[in-house]
């Protein structure tokens, strides 16, 4: 049998991902990051814990389980390294010490070196979420209007440009002005301050960076999201068809619907 290790990171995600490896015929070993990764039994053949900073650690777990194709999922957020919360190991010093900058492409890529040089690939988190991709054109019952399609133009090119400086993947606007880019807090964080910034009526654009690395750090859309939008009033929810994951659609859809929030997704800016 095929086996599959997913390391797990915050949210529901990994197991969605594990559910549909097995369904492939793979058996799943979910390796789930401590302290962040959310209760995940049930989901995966088997469970290991691993601390967020033990990088020597997890790829010891992968390779006693005979692991050689793995993929990333859920969120790990980059502030942890600035709150004092993660002990890294020596191999972990090592790695984060050879990096030329903190962006998370580059901590990423490195992570994903170590574990090829122990015979670990890993894969795209996309070939388990096929179903899950965002679909193009408009889910809800309420459609943007003709100043919110100019202002997902407009934010489009400001979240592809930010994205391709690997600074965040969404950003926050309104009447083409920006009210937020995405940094280190996360897309929630990031809609909230924007949200503020605009009042009533702010439109969120979620992108792939241009160079996206489908293996890790694929934009994720689900329910805290649209609340985040709610707590600060904003209208729109406009995400790149295909590039990105949505979880929990008819549940976020519903949630819209009800909020009189209008969800696209677009390609090149359009739909």
């Known amino acids: 049998m095929k086996k599959l290790g997913i390391i797990s990171g915050k949210g529901i995600l990994p197991c969605i991902l594990a559910k549909e490896a097995r369904k492939k015929g793979y058996y799943v070993l979910m390796i789930a990051l401590d302290p962040i ?12 814990r691993v601390n ?16 050689e194709e793995t993929i990333m999922a859920g969120k790990v957020s980059k502030s942890l390294l600035y709150k004092g919360n993660i002990q890294p190991d020596l191999r972990a010093i090592k790695v984060l010490f050879k990096l030329k ?10 992570i994903t070196d170590e574990l090829e040089s ?3 690939r890993l894969l795209k988190t996309t070939a388990f979420a096929e179903d899950i991709l965002m679909p193009e054109g408009v889910l809800t019952d309420r459609k943007p209007d003709k ?16 994205g391709r400086l690997d600074i965040g993947q969404t950003v926050v606007v309104k009447d083409r002005a920006v009210m937020a880019i995405e940094a280190i807090e996360g897309t929630d964080e990031a809609i909230r301050r924007g949200g503020r910034l605009a009042g009533e009526g702010a439109v969120v654009v979620k992108v792939a960076k241009p160079q996206q690395d489908m293996r890790y750090d694929v934009p994720v859309v689900g329910l805290d999201t649209l609340k985040a ?9 406009a995400v790149e ?8 659609d008819q549940e976020i859809i519903s949630l819209a619907n009800a909020n009189g929030i209008s969800i696209v997704g677009i390609k090149d800016g359009t739909f």
């Open 101 to 110: 900058d903190r962006k998370d492409d580059t901590i990423l890529q490195a």
């Open 229 to 237: 939008m709610i707590e600060v009033k904003a209208r729109v929810l």
């Open 118 to 120: 122990e015979g670990i």
């Open 147 to 162: 100043s919110e399609k100019k202002d997902i133009r407009f934010g489009y090119m400001i979240a592809k440009e930010i």
């Open 241 to 248: 068809s295909g590039q990105a994951i949505i979880l929990q």
């Open 37 to 48: 990764a959310d209760n995940i039994d049930g989901c995966a053949d088997e469970v290991k």
């Open 52 to 67: 967020v900073g033990q990088l020597g650690s997890l790829i010891k777990t992968l390779k006693d389980a005979g692991i």
